[in-house]
């Protein structure tokens, strides 16, 4: 199954700000991602092409990397997701910037099902987490997501059976 998924926010800051946020990826001080509520991505050589790494069981490799502009990421795990990933940040305009996230994979029928069933509910909680968390450094109004009883549920079911988080 061909599987293309975007997320897109747009932030009313100038890119260069926006981009200084996201050099503090997979970081001790990362004001991206949403490890306060996910598990943490993590990377074995840092943000540099080549670098392995990932968040819980999803594993992936830099493939290239624009700390202005763009990362993206080759997955490896799990088996059966053929593709990519990336982070997008993009000027609309002197004070507005889009960021944007999207996967292009191919999937297998298990994965397919994987995907369908959980991956993407978990993965669409996260994104518009890490998105919340990029636009709340900038605002005073902070905004917080409500998960659906779907990702509530799956969530549940993780805390009980963690998620690998070792980096191989």
């Known amino acids: 199954?061909?599987?293309?998924?975007?997320?897109?926010?747009r932030i009313h800051q100038p890119k260069e700000k926006v981009s200084k946020l996201f050099k503090t990826l997979a970081t001790t001080n990362d004001l991206?991602?949403?490890y306060e509520n996910?598990?943490?991505?993590?990377?074995?050589?840092?943000?540099?092409?080549?670098?392995?790494?990932?968040?819980?069981s999803i594993r992936y490799t830099?493939?290239?990397?624009?700390?202005?502009?763009?990362?993206?990421?080759?997955f490896s795990r799990p088996e059966g997701?053929?593709?990519t990933h990336e982070f997008k940040i993009e000027a609309l305009n002197e004070n507005q910037?889009?960021?944007?996230?999207?996967?292009?994979?191919?999937t297998t029928f298990e994965t397919s099902l994987l995907w369908i069933f959980v991956i993407r509910w978990l993965h669409d909680a996260l994104i518009e987490d890490a998105f919340n968390k990029v636009e709340n450094y900038f605002t005073e109004a902070k905004k917080k997501a409500t998960y659906n009883f779907w990702?509530?549920?799956?969530?549940?079911?993780?805390?009980r059976k963690?998620?690998?988080?070792?980096?191989?």
């Open 1 to 9: 199954m061909k599987v293309t998924n975007v997320h897109t926010r």
């Open 97 to 106: 910037t889009e960021i944007r996230h999207e996967i292009n994979i191919q």
């Open 81 to 83: 997701f053929m593709g």
């Open 38 to 56: 996910w598990p943490a991505i993590k990377f074995l050589e840092g943000l540099n092409v080549g670098s392995k790494g990932g968040h819980g």
């Open 62 to 74: 830099i493939i290239e990397f624009n700390e202005d502009d763009y990362i993206k990421f080759q």
């Open 151 to 159: 990702v509530k549920l799956l969530r549940e079911i993780y805390k």
């Open 162 to 168: 963690p998620l690998q988080t070792k980096i191989a």
């Open 32 to 34: 991206i991602w949403p």
